[in-house]
């Protein structure tokens, strides 16, 4: 099944999507409990609240598919990370990376649902798009082998990890993330299609999506990737994020950007900036075997508010030791 979040003339609800048509249930209708229905209950459930015809998709506004209370983006593909590693002059991944799936926080308010724009960040001259997928949590766990891990999620979407590579490059060394770099947009669309339905895709026990990203209609070179080249499964990225903490129904977990996924990518091969980095007009739309499709359009952002530098050293406090390492 695959659920959308749709603004209709009344407000805002849940539709079912089949073929090019959405059929919009009843408000009030609960995301989770659908989704996180066995799928015989979960027809069940639609069906009683369906509201009126079926309408063609272009006659409703489709929103992002979920609004998460955490965004966790990981980086599970050893060609991104070899790629962007090439940009900085690295030679090898850090050995940390194969330890365990690594991760950051992303920022929840900026989330956009599909065909919405999105602006330059504040001085930004090399804006990139990440083409990954994302696995939405349906039900709260912790501490999850990845085993129960999958009874889980709820479903898969793709997912735009939009990247500002000037204002990332000089803050990265400091060790926080990426700051103002990935802190103005993040892309979550069009639907969430739920785990049954990509059953069929799995290979080897995990999920094996052929993705491909467009701009301006034209495919990227390289011929995209398979979600089946990720480093460790949705089900032990969840796992893993589960330990010492309550995963909650809309939690995201990002893959991390699939090889050939981004600008940087080609640009590390290059040694150029071929393609350009996007520009307001540019049309970016990632594509997704047993998904879809969710493009966004680039438009022009406001210019940077100027904030001063640090002041250094003007209101240091005395020591609380001694020089013998006691207390004073």
Not at 57 to 85: C, I, N, Y
Not at 88 to 100: C, E, M, N
Not at 216 to 238: H, I, K
Not at 259 to 270: F, I, K, M, P, S
């Amino acid at each position: 099944m695959k659920l959308a979040r749709i603004e209709i003339a009344d407000g805002v609800r849940l539709g079912v999507v089949t073929g090019g048509r959405i059929q919009p249930l009843v408000a009030g209708t609960s995301q989770f409990e659908v989704l996180a229905a066995a799928p015989a209950r979960r027809a069940e459930l639609v069906e009683q609240a369906r509201e009126g015809e079926p309408r063609p998709l272009s006659q409703v506004r489709l929103l992002a598919p979920v609004q998460p209370g955490t965004l966790r983006d990981f980086l599970t593909f050893e060609e991104h990370l070899e790629g962007s590693l090439k940009l900085l002059g690295a030679q090898a991944p850090s050995p940390a990376w194969y330890d365990q799936p690594l991760f950051y926080f992303s920022n929840t308010n900026a989330v956009v649902g599909p065909d919405e724009p999105v602006a330059v960040p504040p001085g930004c001259r090399m804006l990139d798009f990440e083409l990954e997928l994302a696995a939405v949590i349906g039900k709260p766990g912790r501490d999850l082998s990845p085993e129960q891990a999958a009874g889980h999620i709820a479903g898969y979407t793709l997912f735009n990890d939009w990247s500002a590579r000037d204002l990332m490059a000089p803050v990265m060394p400091v060790g926080l993330g990426p700051v103002k770099g990935k802190d103005f947009a993040n892309t979550l669309g069009p639907w969430i299609v739920t785990a049954d339905e990509l059953a069929p895709y799995r290979r080897d026990g995990r999920l094996a999506l052929e993705m491909h990203a467009e701009l301006n209609g034209v495919p990227l070179p390289g011929g995209g990737d398979t979600s089946a080249n990720m480093a460790w499964s949705f089900e032990e990225l969840v796992a893993f994020a589960s330990r010492g903490v309550q995963l909650l129904p809309g939690d995201v977990l990002a893959s991390g950007t699939c090889g050939a996924g981004c600008l940087l990518e080609h640009w590390a091969h290059t040694g150029r900036q071929i393609p350009a980095p996007l520009r307001p007009g540019d049309v970016v739309t990632l594509v997704a075997e047993g998904i879809g499709a969710v493009s966004n359009r680039i438009v022009a952002g406001a210019e940077p508010v100027a904030v001063p530098k640090a002041r250094v050293g003007q209101h240091r406090r005395p020591r609380p030791w001694t020089g013998t390492g006691g207390a004073s």
